[in-house]
């Protein structure tokens, strides 16, 4: 049922008793006018007649408004025109048979809206467990809500409407025209405030005619302020969200974080392709800060509309408010405070949805962003199957361990995530059971093919030879679920590879710079000490002094019961101003191999603010960089022979210095607007933080089974995204098509999947390409992005 705020008892009373006392005083004004229009008629028809007789000579007293019989009077003046014997109307002028159906048809149709005002919930069917009444004064709610010229035309329109009206019944009734009765109608409605009458001539006549219309236009200003201040604390609710919301099949998002924004253009974007959808967003924020942001936030709605409410999410009735049961799927972001305080709190949320779900049967999932991977078990267990959940640190912290360690992987996740580009989808394809997925990877010229999803089992690049099976479902990346389909297997392809002798057979130690401090430091270090091979180094550069690093390090270790120590990293601690020249010249820049600059935690506490360190730290390490490499002999990266590669070191701008010459280097950005600083002076990869786990969160709404697709490819273990070049796969100068290199890139000792690829001299690599069959001569350093096991 649809829930308004409601007055209290004494508050209606009043109210009741000011429109009461208006009412009386409106209606006694009005008589009071007419007795002293008739009056003032009858003395002025007096006078004429009494200046009448005494030009005849006559010396018999009148009558009211008489004359003798044996006196011959003049015309009656015009004075005499308004006494009530002169109003009176022909009664066959005024009941023609027009005039008669006027009037009938009026009241009929006044009659009818009433009734079926009235009777609405019976004349309509519920919708959505919504009756009728509910779904209009919702119609109506959200109308005062958004449009800010309500009120104004609220007041324009009852007003015609009851011009109108009274113009019909009066026509009906009277011998006056219509426009008359219109016009006329006008000043009955208040519009025409005059009282004063043209036809009084004495200045006390006069004067009181001008206080009874002042005193009129006091009292009906006084009513509109009343239903004025009524009809605006009304709109006030409505604008602080506190009405019911009776979408259905809608997203509901939870809290306001920095990801909001980002996610609402995302599912704006996913909602495109079906003409637009609902986002409803409740948060501990006032409705119309909610809908400023909003409407700062440059973005394409794409037909999606954004409802914003003010409440609780840890409130059972405010989820009702905006029909969490009814949402196709709810996004739970993560609040302020310390990372268990905000799990604690989305912990709370899952658990009042999971309770309202079960009472109304909901179908929906629930996504919930967490800040502490040991609190993801608690949540998975007390939502059940009901619930996806995304630790948004270990997701930044594996991009920026795999996108630091294979350049160019960056923009790759980039365009991977959201819906801007190619998207992850899972749809079975009868026709291709029984076919190896060596084949299938040959059968979608607008799709790229990833793996299977069995019996919600993801296989991604799967082993040579697997078949697929009844049920299995293909994981593509595609432009959009309607956009590809399975299509003959080409009859020309020309499977071609050999094994790369280049390829390092042995990893070998990596030398990592991490400048900047996080709160979950130790679980990025943890990440990074699985990725690499025994012999490697970390080298730790804040503003924290060294003990203090070591002391927070051990804590976090000992929270989570991890050895005390790493098992092939080595920890190298160092101190000092991140923006000062000095302090980082005094790092060995050459011996590293790569280096991520992170959002410091420890430092700044605004997104813009940690971006700007961040960009000065960029700034002062490629220029150190820069003028050791015209000062040395030797390259600065000990990567060996996968510094050959321009792509293997990530310099998508060669005019700073060759790539060979430098080591990688990936900056962590909060705000969008500092990404297109560094995408232009070509300075760095970077990893967009919060976007990257916006989008993730938007996409695993849209579709739960992305979530387990983001958690296989971000595992140490298993199939992960590799960028490498094509010689690795095909011969030098080779004249294939995009099918030819994906058939040997399946026909290796360990088959890869090919999804994408970078030619030479190209700013970026395309995912998931057009015009698959067209054959082009491949370069030894054109990128090929491949899915593969290590």
């Not at 030398?511 to 709160?519: D, E, I, P, Q, T």
């Given at each position: 049922m649809l829930l308004r705020p409601q007055p209290n008892r004494a508050s209606r009373a009043l109210l009741g008793l000011r429109f009461l006392v208006v009412a009386v005083g409106l209606l006694k004004l009005q008589q009071l006018t007419r007795q002293n229009a008739a009056q003032g008629r009858t003395v002025a028809c007096l006078r004429a007649q009494l200046a009448d007789s005494?030009?005849?000579?006559?010396?018999?007293?009148?009558?009211?408004?008489?004359?003798?019989?044996?006196?011959?009077?003049?015309?009656?003046?015009?004075?005499?025109?308004?006494?009530?014997?002169?109003?009176?109307?022909?009664?066959?002028?005024?009941?023609?048979?027009?005039?008669?159906?006027?009037?009938?048809?009026?009241?009929?149709?006044?009659?009818?809206?009433?009734?079926?005002?009235?009777?609405?919930?019976?004349?309509?069917?519920?919708?959505?467990?919504?009756?009728?009444?509910?779904?209009l004064a919702y119609r109506i709610d959200c109308w005062f809500s958004s449009n800010p010229n309500a009120k104004i035309l609220a007041l324009l329109y009852v007003s015609i409407a009851m011009v109108l009206v009274g113009g019909l019944l009066l026509y009906g009734v009277s011998s006056t025209g219509f426009g008359e009765a219109v016009w006329e109608n006008v000043a009955l409605v208040g519009i025409d405030f005059t009282a004063a009458s043209a036809t009084e001539s004495s200045l006390s006549a006069r004067v009181v005619a001008v206080a009874s219309a002042l005193g009129g236009m006091f009292i009906t200003a006084l009513l509109l302020g009343i239903v004025s201040d009524a009809v605006g604390d009304y709109v006030d609710d409505l604008k602080k969200g506190r009405s019911d919301v009776l979408e259905t099949n809608h997203t509901l998002v939870l809290g306001w974080s920095d990801k909001t924004l980002p996610i609402v253009e995302q599912v704006s974007n996913a909602n495109e392709s079906e003409g637009g959808g609902v986002i409803v967003i409740l948060a501990e924020m006032e409705k119309e800060r909610q809908e400023e942001l909003i409407g700062e936030f440059e973005y394409e709605s794409l037909g999606t509309r954004v409802i914003c409410r003010e409440g609780n999410p840890l409130l059972v009735a405010d989820l009702k408010k905006v029909n969490a049961a009814g949402a196709r799927s709810t996004i739970i972001l993560a609040g302020e405070g310390t990372a268990d305080q905000a799990?604690?709190?989305?912990?709370?949320?899952?658990?009042?949805?999971?309770?309202?779900?079960?009472?109304?049967?909901?179908?929906?999932?629930?996504?919930?962003?967490?800040?502490?991977?040991?609190?993801?078990?608690?949540?998975?267990?007390?939502?059940?199957?009901?619930?996806?959940?995304?630790?948004?640190?270990?997701?930044?912290?594996?991009?920026?361990?795999?996108?630091?360690?294979?350049?160019?992987?960056?923009?790759?996740?980039?365009?991977?995530?959201?819906?801007?580009?190619?998207?992850?989808?899972?749809?079975?394809?009868?026709?291709?059971?029984?076919?190896?997925?060596?084949?299938?990877?040959?059968?979608?010229?607008?799709?790229?093919?990833?793996?299977?999803?069995?019996?919600?089992?993801?296989?991604?690049?799967?082993?040579?030879?697997?078949?697929?099976?009844?049920?299995?479902?293909?994981?593509?990346?595609?432009?959009?679920?309607?956009s590809y389909e399975v299509g003959p297997k080409p009859s020309d392809i020309i499977v071609e590879h050999e094994e790369d002798v280049h390829t390092p057979k042995t990893p070998r130690p990596e030398?990592?710079?991490?400048?900047?401090?996080?709160?979950d430091l130790d679980d990025v270090i943890q990440l990074l000490d699985d990725f690499v091979v025994a012999g490697s180094e970390l080298h730790l550069f804040s503003g924290l002094d060294v003990q203090e690093q070591k002391d927070r390090l051990a804590r976090a270790r000992d929270q989570r019961k991890r050895p005390p120590t790493l098992?092939?990293?080595?920890?190298?601690?160092?101190?000092?101003?991140?923006?000062?020249?000095?302090?980082?010249?005094?790092?060995?820049?050459?011996?590293?191999?790569?280096?991520?600059?992170?959002a410091d935690d420890a430092a700044e506490k605004n997104a813009t603010d940690k971006d700007s360190q961040a960009l000065a730290t960029l700034l002062l390490l490629r220029d150190i960089q820069n003028t050791r490499i015209r000062n040395a002999r030797e390259p600065l990266s000990p990567r060996g022979e996968e510094s050959k590669s321009p792509w293997a070191v990530a310099d998508w701008a060669g005019d700073l210095s060759q790539a060979k010459d430098r080591c990688v280097v990936l900056s962590e950005i909060l705000d969008a607007r500092t990404r297109a600083l560094i995408a232009d002076a070509g300075i760095s990869d970077y990893v967009l933080s919060n976007s990257m786990v916006s989008d993730a969160i938007a996409m695993v709404a849209e579709d739960r089974d992305v979530n387990r697709i983001l958690n296989s490819l971000f595992e140490e273990s298993g199939a992960e995204i590799y960028i490498r070049p094509a010689g690795h796969y095909i011969p030098d100068g080779a004249h294939l098509s995009f099918f030819d290199v994906a058939a040997a890139c399946r026909a290796r000792d360990e088959p890869e999947t090919l999804v994408g690829f970078r030619r030479t001299g190209d700013d970026r690599a395309v995912v998931n390409p057009p015009d698959k069959s067209t054959k082009r001569v491949w370069d030894y350093y054109d990128m090929l992005v491949v899915l593969a096991e290590d």
């Open positions: 005494a030009k005849l000579g006559a010396s018999r007293d009148v009558n009211a408004c008489g004359v003798p019989d044996d006196v011959t009077v003049a015309p009656t003046p015009e004075a005499c025109a308004g006494t009530d014997d002169a109003a009176v109307e022909d009664t066959d002028e005024a009941f023609t048979a027009p005039r008669l159906a006027t009037l009938a048809a009026t009241l009929v149709c006044v009659a009818a809206a009433a009734v079926a005002l009235r009777r609405i919930d019976d004349l309509l069917p519920a919708r959505d467990g919504h009756r009728a009444s509910e779904r799990d604690a709190k989305s912990l709370r949320v899952v658990l009042s949805l999971v309770g309202l779900r079960a009472k109304c049967a909901s179908k929906g999932h629930i996504v919930c962003e967490m800040c502490d991977v040991d609190n993801e078990p608690l949540v998975k267990m007390v939502g059940g199957e009901a619930v996806e959940t995304i630790v948004a640190h270990d997701v930044i912290g594996r991009l920026m361990i795999q996108c630091a360690r294979q350049p160019g992987l960056a923009q790759v996740w980039n365009d991977v995530l959201g819906f801007e580009g190619c998207e992850f989808y899972c749809s079975e394809h009868p026709e291709l059971v029984g076919c190896s997925f060596d084949d299938v990877v040959l059968r979608f010229a607008d799709a790229a093919p990833l793996g299977l999803l069995r019996h919600k089992n993801v296989m991604i690049n799967p082993p040579r030879g697997e078949v697929v099976q009844r049920g299995d479902r293909i994981i593509v990346l595609a432009e959009d679920d309607d030398r990592v710079l991490f400048c900047g401090w996080r709160r098992s092939k990293l080595k920890v190298v601690h160092a101190t000092g101003d991140l923006c000062s020249r000095r302090d980082l010249e005094r790092l060995p820049l050459e011996r590293f191999t790569s280096c991520i600059i992170l």
